[in-house]
């Protein structure tokens, strides 16, 4: 009984970890993206809201990022909105050129319990959580972290 019910909990703490990990957005254009989908990429999921300065600031790092690392795949979940047409028009005025999900507590809740933004929370490329950050994020906080873990496997 006893063995029974180990590998019960074993079996629930996978799974549990596995929900955890795993995500699945729809962006803004319908595109669904899945963590299992971006394997050998860093992911780096973004919550962010208009009105908050921080997310402001490290958006056009993001955005120079992006376009310049394909090695990274960044998603932006836009939080705390009442107009989705602004949230995109908001994202074309600042050339954002990465996927964009309109989020909500639920869409948040894949990943956790959304208590500060910006928040971001990063995948290595085997699709393990490999750090979040709660709070401003910089293009070279994000390229010393990668490179550091990357050293780390050496």
Partial sequence: MKNKFNLS??????????????????????????LEDYKGRWVLINFWATWCAPCLKEIPDLISLY?????????????DYSDPQEIMSFVRSLSINYPIVLGDRKIA??????????????????????????????????????????????
């Fill in 9 to 34: 909990v074993c079996t629930l703490v996978l799974f549990l970890t596995f929900q955890v990990q795993a995500f699945q957005f729809k962006d803004a254009t319908g595109e669904l993206h899945k």
């Fill in 109 to 154: 809740s894949q990943l956790d319990e959304i208590s500060l933004l910006p928040s971001t929370y990063f995948y290595d490329p085997d699709g393990h959580p490999a750090a979040r950050q709660l709070g401003i994020i910089s293009r070279e906080n994000i390229e010393k972290f990668i490179e550091s873990k990357s050293m780390e496997k050496k």
């Fill in 67 to 79: 376009q310049d690392r394909k090695d990274i795949m960044i998603i932006g979940v836009a939080m």
